[in-house]
């Protein structure tokens, strides 16, 4: 019988995290998964900084950034001094490294995903499986899709999603954090159709799983289904791959849930950040988001519909855990705080700052926004829209609790 091979798509900061412990746990659970976990590099050439313990005669010119995270064993650009199991192989040819595999994880910022795909059309397995660790939105012409819609709808497989309170550098120190694993698998799975641990008690129904198999918004998605050979991918066989000690899953149904919560906490985090930046306290910051969990939870309902639960904003770390922890230490909020105390643009601090990470939520809020404005909705969602104008430069931060006072509305 066979085994499933594992690629990471992506090793920014957050996806060479989820290669160490997707490679723990293929170590651990080496019946179900190969070893070896291919990690697709964007490649590029790095300089290991001179007071760096990896700085030598061999490193003391630019370096290609594979070479390094395979003879290092450490990502040296995107994750530091986090040394890597042996078992992750950096491998910057893109369909080389999918090859085989059975299990893609996707974690790349959001705005290379569609280029990222295009390259992989008609270069994986058709019965592949996905999970996408993105946080942002698919908006276009066609409206505003999920990452894990849309990388399913383009490579024809079928995609679930991880998300959850974890800053990535923390979970790659193994402090402790819990995620969300989103995955519904096809009728077509329906060989190995129990799901383990059922998250929300009505989970087995079938009748449910095929609905969704063809897609949240009701199109019919071309499926493969998976050789018998392999181990089935079962909700019991999933959490394996990403369950660690310091690392809890949760696993559940709600894939709409469980993307937004990651995707649109981005938007909030900013708002947090120029609440913050303006040294307004606590008690601003927890109301920006209040009003931030509210419009979550509003905005998968009105266009993701029944499938999206509230709970999964509520009680998951996807949703509620992750705006928390987002709003104390993320990215997003470090950066848009440092912009309205220093009066610059957010994009000069997130140069300055991040070393080639990226910012998920200006182009979230920015994508929202326009999908909000073909719906005809800006006002319906005043934190959104907020943040969005705020970057715009057409309101100040200063201006926030005017513009999420609905009780005007009510006068
Ligand atoms: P990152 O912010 O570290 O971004 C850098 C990555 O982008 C590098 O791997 C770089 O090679 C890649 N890149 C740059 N240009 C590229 C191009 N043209 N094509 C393809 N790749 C390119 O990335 P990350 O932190 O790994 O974030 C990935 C996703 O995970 C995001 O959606 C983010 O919101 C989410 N996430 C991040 C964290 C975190 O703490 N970093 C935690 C949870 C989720
Ligand atoms: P930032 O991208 O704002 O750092 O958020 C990280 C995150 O998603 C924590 O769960």
Redesign the pocket.
């Known amino acids: 019988s066979k085994k499933h091979k594992v690629c990471v798509v992506g090793s920014g900061n ?1 996806g060479t995290t989820i290669a160490k412990v997707v490679a723990e746990n293929t170590k651990q659970h080496s019946d179900v998964f190969e070893e070896e976990v291919q990690m697709w590099v964007f490649e590029e050439e790095y300089q290991i900084p001179k007071d760096s313990k990896h700085y030598n005669d061999e490193t003391s010119q630019p370096r290609k950034l594979t070479e390094l995270i395979n003879s290092l064993h450490e990502n040296p650009k995107y994750l530091p001094n986090i040394p890597l199991p042996h078992n992750v192989v950096a491998n910057p040819d893109v369909v080389d490294a999918v090859k085989d595999a059975s299990i893609l994880v996707f974690n790349l910022p959001h705005q290379f995903i569609g280029k990222t795909c295009e390259q992989l059309q008609g270069k994986i397995v058709p019965y592949a499986r996905g999970i996408s660790c993105i ?1 942002g939105l698919a908006v276009s012409d066609k409206g505003c899709e999920l990452f894990s819609e849309s990388i399913g709808e383009k490579l024809g497989i079928y995609c679930g999603a991880l ?6 550098t923390e979970v790659a120190l193994e402090k402790f954090s819990e995620t969300t694993v989103a995955y519904d698998p096809p009728s077509m799975d329906s060989q190995h159709p129990t799901p383990q641990g059922t998250p929300h008690g009505s989970h087995t129904d079938l009748t449910k799983l095929q609905g969704e198999a063809k897609g949240l918004t009701g199109k019919k998605l071309k499926r493969t289904a998976m050789p018998s050979e392999y181990p089935p991918l079962h909700h019991k066989n999933v959490k394996k791959l990403f369950h660690r000690p310091y690392f809890h899953v949760s696993l559940v149904s709600d894939v709409a849930g469980v993307s937004l919560g ?1 995707a649109l ?2 938007i909030v ?1 900013l708002a947090a950040g120029f609440v913050d930046g303006l040294g307004w306290g606590d008690n601003a910051k927890a109301a920006v988001m209040r009003v931030g969990i509210m419009e979550e939870v509003k905005f998968g309902k009105m266009f993701f519909g029944d499938s999206v639960q509230t709970r999964t904003f509520t009680e998951e770390s996807c949703g509620v855990a ?1 705006l928390i ?2 709003c104390s230490g ?5 950066c848009a705080k440092m912009a309205v105390a220093e009066g610059l643009s957010i994009g000069e601090i997130e140069k300055r700052e991040l070393n080639g990470q990226s ?3 200006t182009g979230t809020a920015y994508e929202v926004n326009d999908f909000l404005k073909k719906e005809g909705k800006e006002h319906e969602f005043p934190l959104f829209t907020a943040v969005h104008s705020i970057l715009e430069g057409k309101h100040k931060p200063e201006e926030i609790p005017q513009l999420i006072d609905t009780s005007k509305k009510e006068e």
């Open positions: 957050w946080k998300s959850g309170a974890n800053i990535a990651g906490k981005n985090a992750d922890t987002s993320g990215r997003n909020f470090r910012l998920q939520g």
